[in-house]
């Protein structure tokens, strides 16, 4: 897939990291610098993927089986390619999604053992080469993010997600951190504690050695 100028980032991470205040902030500072961006999460983003994150999410009757879910997963990826993210990224913008297929792989994969070949089979079915020039981990200890989480939440009822065991979560946030060892080229693993504007510089630092000095110098 040719992209031109344009870049799709996503952010990666734990329940509660700050992912989608991150990319408003990211968002901002790309502004700034004359560069238009989308903002977008998964599940969902696009219409379809939306009905699709309300049947995976609901809580209350508890989740799907591994596999169930791994496809829902795909399903509402594919419809949020198609109707989103491919056609914002053909038009010159970059995008920036609030978690992608390296949220299965380990929730879906590592977590509930659905095998590394079922995942990129699909992987390679559905994302196919629109994959990410850049993830940001947002590393957190799991008990600080559930914290976060909770207060968020306020008196909502918690997705089935958030629901899971502390021990879960921080599972969780092992699965992130080996994902990240074993691509270091696409990956970078950002210290998610301080304030807003203190993550927020780390993740622009990152982004301007990764992906905005490569452009400068082919200009």
């Not at 004359?34 to 809580?59: D, F, M, N, V, Y």
């Not at 999604?97 to 053992?113: K, L």
């Not at 990410?132 to 993010?145: Q, S």
Request: proline letters at 4%; a neutral charge.
């Amino acid at each position: 897939m040719v992209k031109g100028s344009s870049r799709f980032i996503t952010i990666e991470g734990g329940e509660g990291a700050g992912k989608s205040t991150q990319i408003a902030e990211l968002a901002k500072r790309l502004a700034e610098i004359g560069i238009s961006s989308c903002g977008t999460r998964e599940p969902g983003g696009s219409q379809g993927a939306e009905r699709i994150r309300k049947l995976i999410l609901k809580s209350g009757e508890g989740r799907f089986g591994p596999l169930t879910e791994t496809l829902l997963f795909y399903a509402a990826r594919n419809d949020h390619l198609e109707n989103l993210i491919r056609p914002a990224l053909l038009g010159g913008q970059w995008v920036i999604c609030d978690r992608f297929s390296d949220s299965t792989r380990v929730y879906q994969g590592s977590m509930g053992a659905i095998a590394p070949e079922t995942l990129s089979l699909l992987d390679l079915l559905v994302v196919g080469d629109t994959q990410p020039d850049l993830t940001i981990i947002l590393d957190i200890p799991a008990e600080v993010g559930l914290q976060r989480a909770a207060i968020r939440r306020g008196a909502a009822v918690a997705d089935v997600f958030e629901s899971e065991s502390l021990k879960f979560h921080q599972n969780l946030r092992q699965g992130f951190l080996a994902l990240a060892e074993a691509d270091p080229a696409r990956c970078v693993v950002i210290n998610a504690l301080g304030s807003q504007a203190e993550v927020a510089s780390r993740i622009w630092d990152a982004v301007s050695v990764r992906l905005l000095r490569p452009i400068g110098a082919m200009r």
